[in-house]
């Protein structure tokens, strides 16, 4: 199915791939101040590679409201898988922010099927359209 023109498309807050690149960059610090002939070496390929898929990942992954459907694209080093879910299958949307997110400004968003299965969407930021889209909302608001 093709993606509309008028479709939102909404991208994963920065923190995303940043709250898993600031151990690694602690982790590749602290070995090359400890070490750095022997073990500075193995913690910068792992660090490298570590941040480098997340980054890939997270410029992939994107969650498309048409208005009929939320198209899920999430992204690997690979390539991108989708999914397509048409908003009539929706049978619960529930926002958690957790800890983090509340002060992060991200929530992950869980997406309940009539069938049982859950899709979720991570990293969203507060202030994005999905969260107000007018399906969704209205999911929302037939549940409570």
Known sequence: ??????AIVV???NWAYMLHT???LILFGVSLSVDFFTFGIIPAVFATWAIGSRYLSFRKTAYILTDRHIIIQRGSMMGQDRSDLPFDDLDDVSVRPGRLGVFLGYTRVELQLKDGQT????YVPLASPLLEHPPLVAVRKKVQ
């Open 22 to 24: 600031i151990p690694w």
């Open 119 to 122: 899709a979720l969407l991570h």
């Open 11 to 13: 991208r994963q807050s």
């Open 1 to 6: 199915m093709a993606i509309p023109e008028d």
